[in-house]
């Protein structure tokens, strides 16, 4: 006899699931079982269910592949909504399992009882709790086909004797449940697009996250108009740094080469983005958007011409009747800037700048020279995004992930568990705030139980640096609250039975960076930053200027009382 439990395992396994989070519960009992009795499906037991979420998050943003996580019954199961928020935001697939009451107590406020249908809705593109073992095979196929088409998380809720029951047959239309394949726009877009770009003098590519896997076209395409290609955030790892037209980021993860060359051109393409920021793209209108979901096109900046379709076979099309343009001017006063941008950058990252203070650019430059040419970088949210995002140097097959969309704090750690499970001999480098980190402390045993070699730089500023560069761009001090102690957070690894560095001279610590990255296994770097360092900006504006220099002025008058 076929469970419900085995049922479900046998489905994840089939289409190619290799790892479950979470952490065991009663409810969850016929399941955890039924994964202890094959050899496919891994169980990951994490310290919190959130750290479950994110892992599972971590994984299916990085592979677009289902990524899969669950909690027991009320709190083990309320505990993954804020880390589903991550897949939610980024449109990654991952099945949320929850277990349940069992279904004779239902509606009597049985303890731990809640109606997670409700909880979840707002979280999930898809929810349903089982309520006899019948419903299986068609909710499981309709979950994980829900989770693929639209991009998000499933939710599904069992009770445990709906778990332990026998299955009524096997999940149908198996071949079904499989990423989404690209999506070749209409031919008459195309045309159009065409002579729009016969129009424009200048054109600027800003390529997003729906650019990955059109390196080749993008590079192409650039050659042809000799146009710059800008990057958003989530598609720094899209090119190599040092590509001649990769002119860098836009906003303040970015440059004043890249923002320029997008206010700059007379057509401005976005490919694969949905940049929010609005204040860093243009409203002239003559803007081409080409992105697979048609909903997203036009809400961000006014757009000449919307494509629908994925951005590889776009260009691909594209390309076929384009002619090459001769005129290299727009690109090499975007070059020239790239460059002179580029100088500034790599002064602030020099660590002799200083004699007795650690600057953070200096940290996120040496861990991006020193680490391996497939490492995979994963960023947490705050000041630290902005260290990271500006001063590492992607090559070759590294890669980048982080909360993107959701840029939520704390959430680093437990994708970077879920990444380095995807290969436990790739390098994954964790990019971390004091505070950040601090959150979901816990997390770092479930990194030193499955023996996981993250490695963790820990970037103490001794408070909410983010939060603290908000208040001061509003000409407000830092309040209460935006500064906090710290621990040890070397110690604090070796108090886990791991390695813990700490790097506080600057003359050493290219030093020390290299002996943390070689080491075996997880470790921490507790790197004590100046914590006055303001991140650099495009373009500063005389009114921003001024309000920072009355804050400024103001923490001093407070310190001083």
């Known amino acids: 006899?076929?469970?419900?439990?085995?049922?479900?395992?046998?489905?994840?396994?089939?289409?190619?699931?290799?790892?479950?989070?979470?952490?065991?519960?009663?409810?969850?009992?016929?399941?955890?079982?039924?994964?202890?009795?094959?050899?496919?499906?891994?169980?990951?037991?994490?310290?919190?269910?959130?750290?479950?979420?994110?892992?599972?998050?971590?994984?299916?943003?990085?592979?677009?592949?289902?990524g899969v996580c669950c909690g027991t019954t009320g709190p083990g199961g309320n505990h993954l909504v804020a880390g589903l928020y991550e897949a939610r935001k980024d449109h990654a697939p991952v099945l949320a399992i929850?277990?349940?009451?069992?279904?004779?107590?239902?509606?009597?406020?049985?303890?731990?009882?809640?109606?997670?249908?409700?909880?979840?809705?707002?979280v999930a593109v898809y929810t349903q709790t089982l309520a006899s073992?019948?419903?299986?095979?068609?909710?499981?196929?309709?979950?994980?086909?829900?989770?693929?088409?639209?991009?998000?998380?499933?939710?599904?809720s069992i009770p445990p004797d709906v778990f332990g029951a026998r299955a009524h047959g096997k999940v149908p239309s198996m071949a079904t449940l499989r990423p989404r394949p690209d999506v070749a726009p209409v031919p008459s877009d195309i045309v159009a697009l065409h002579s729009l770009?016969?129009?424009?003098?200048?054109?600027?590519?800003?390529?997003?996250?729906?650019?990955?896997?059109?390196?080749?076209?993008?590079?192409?395409?650039?050659?042809?108009?000799?146009?710059?290609?800008?990057?958003?955030?989530?598609?720094?790892?899209?090119?190599?740094?040092?590509?001649?037209?990769?002119?860098?980021?836009?906003?303040?993860?970015?440059?004043?080469?890249?923002?320029?060359?997008?206010?700059?051109?007379?057509?401005l393409l976005m490919l694969g983005t949905d940049y929010p920021y609005v204040e860093y793209l243009p409203k002239h209108g003559h803007v081409v958007q080409i992105d697979e979901r048609a909903f997203a096109l036009g809400r961000r900046t006014p757009v000449e011409l919307g494509i629908v379709g994925s951005v590889r076979p776009a260009i691909s099309m594209l390309l076929e009747d384009l002619p090459q343009r001769a005129d290299t001017g727009f690109?090499?006063?975007?070059?020239?800037?790239?460059?002179?941008w580029a100088t500034m950058l790599d002064e602030k990252a020099d660590p002799a700048r200083s004699s007795d203070l650690i600057h953070p650019q200096a940290v996120a430059r040496l861990a991006s020279d020193m680490a391996d040419d497939d490492a995979v970088f994963v960023t947490d949210t705050g000041e630290v995004t902005l260290w990271a995002g500006n001063w590492m140097r992607p090559r070759g097959l590294q890669q980048i992930t982080g909360s993107f969309n959701n840029a939520a704090v704390g959430t680093g750690l437990g994708i970077a568990n879920g990444v380095q499970l995807l290969d436990r001999d790739r390098q994954v480098i964790l990019h971390a705030g004091d505070g950040g980190f601090t959150m979901l402390?816990?997390?770092?045993?479930?990194?030193?139980?499955?023996?996981?070699?993250?490695?963790?730089?820990?970037?103490?500023?001794?408070?909410?640096?983010?939060?603290?560069?908000?208040?001061?761009g509003?000409?407000?001090?830092?309040?209460?609250?935006?500064?906090?102690?710290?621990?040890?957070?070397?110690?604090?690894?070796?108090?886990?039975?791991?390695?813990?560095?700490?790097?506080?001279?600057?003359?050493?610590?290219?030093?020390t960076m290299r002996e943390f990255l070689a080491t075996p296994g997880p470790a921490i770097l507790h790197a004590v930053i100046n914590p006055d360092e303001i991140p650099a900006m495009p373009h500063i504006k005389l009114d921003q200027a001024f309000k920072f220099g009355i804050a400024k002025v103001r923490e001093k008058l407070f310190a001083a009382r």
């Open 1 to 66: 006899m076929t469970t419900v439990a085995e049922l479900l395992v046998e489905t994840l396994a089939e289409i190619g699931v290799r790892q479950v989070f979470g952490v065991v519960g009663d409810a969850l009992n016929p399941f955890t079982d039924a994964i202890r009795r094959q050899k496919v499906i891994e169980w990951i037991g994490v310290r919190h269910e959130e750290g479950a979420a994110l892992a599972a998050a971590g994984q299916a943003k990085l592979t677009g592949r289902l």
């Open 98 to 122: 929850s277990g349940g009451v069992p279904t004779e107590l239902r509606g009597t406020d049985y303890l731990q009882e809640d109606t997670p249908d409700l909880l979840f809705r707002d």
């Open 133 to 156: 073992a019948s419903q299986a095979p068609a909710v499981f196929h309709q979950a994980i086909a829900e989770a693929y088409g639209q991009r998000g998380v499933a939710h599904i």
């Open 197 to 267: 770009i016969g129009a424009a003098k200048t054109v600027t590519l800003l390529c997003g996250n729906g650019a990955h896997g059109a390196a080749l076209e993008l590079d192409a395409l650039s050659r042809r108009l000799h146009a710059p290609l800008v990057h958003t955030y989530r598609a720094l790892d899209l090119l190599p740094f040092d590509h001649p037209n990769w002119i860098g980021g836009l906003g303040l993860i970015g440059g004043r080469a890249g923002t320029d060359a997008v206010m700059d051109a007379d057509l």
């Open 331 to 340: 690109l090499d006063e975007a070059n020239k800037a790239r460059r002179s």
């Open 441 to 472: 402390l816990g997390e770092f045993m479930t990194t030193v139980e499955h023996g996981l070699a993250v490695k963790v730089i820990v970037y103490d500023n001794g408070g909410w640096g983010l939060v603290h560069f908000e208040q001061e």
């Open 474 to 511: 509003a000409g407000n001090p830092a309040t209460k609250g935006a500064n906090f102690p710290n621990i040890d957070f070397a110690a604090f690894a070796r108090a886990c039975g791991v390695k813990g560095f700490t790097a506080r001279d600057p003359a050493m610590l290219a030093a």
